[in-house]
């Protein structure tokens, strides 16, 4: 029997196993800061230092199901940013492309305004479901627009077409992420 064996023998000679003999560590170690950690890590709120001079310290943590509903949100953010960018310094390229008859001032408003504004939007704060379901509210209005570009008329349809498909998974995840963040709740006061 080797000296490991021996530690762990039991009075009547059984072999315990590792994990009761590490919960009774963890019982015997405590580390006060691990504790404040674990609670932060629980609750919202939590005060360090002496008696006389207590710093308080707060969180606000989020609760969406899944986590992946906030990281989702401000890649959609990033992505209109891009779109936002794209209508607004590019706005007849972005009417060449697809095959628009309106002059650059409105593709620009339109469009590009309105992508930034929510992309910024999100960017900044990913919970906001209003932004989100205003992002859906837009992303109709292009499938509509897009919509009407898919015609014999117009020189540019594949592209249109192309870009229809991708707003419609656009929309797909917007409102995924709608109405996951439309139940979020937060813990703060």
């Not at 590490?22 to 932060?40: D, F, M, Q």
């Not at 992309?119 to 109709?140: E, H, I, N, Q, Y």
């Amino acid at each position: 029997m080797t000296p490991a064996d021996a530690a762990l023998a039991r009075p009547n000679g059984r072999a315990e196993d590792f994990s009761n003999v590490l919960s009774r560590v963890r019982e015997k170690v405590s580390w006060p800061p691990a504790r404040r950690l674990e609670s932060l890590a629980r609750g919202p709120r939590l005060s360090v230092g002496p008696s006389d001079k207590k710093m308080n310290l707060a969180t606000d943590r989020v609760r969406a199901a899944p986590a992946i509903s906030p990281t989702l949100s401000i890649n959609l953010g990033m992505t209109a940013i891009g779109l936002g960018l794209w209508g607004t310094l590019f706005p007849r390229h972005v009417a060449r492309t697809l095959g628009i008859d309106a002059p650059a001032p409105v593709v620009r408003g339109v469009f590009g305004l309105r992508e930034l504004w929510t992309g910024f939007a999100l960017a900044g704060d990913p919970t906001k479901s209003g932004m989100l379901w205003a992002r859906v509210a837009g992303d109709v209005f292009d499938i509509a627009v897009l919509k009407s570009l898919d015609n014999r008329k117009n020189p540019q349809r594949g592209a249109a077409r192309a870009v229809l498909g991708f707003v419609l998974a656009a929309t797909a995840l917007d409102v995924f992420t709608a109405v996951r963040m439309s139940n979020v709740k937060r813990n703060c006061e």
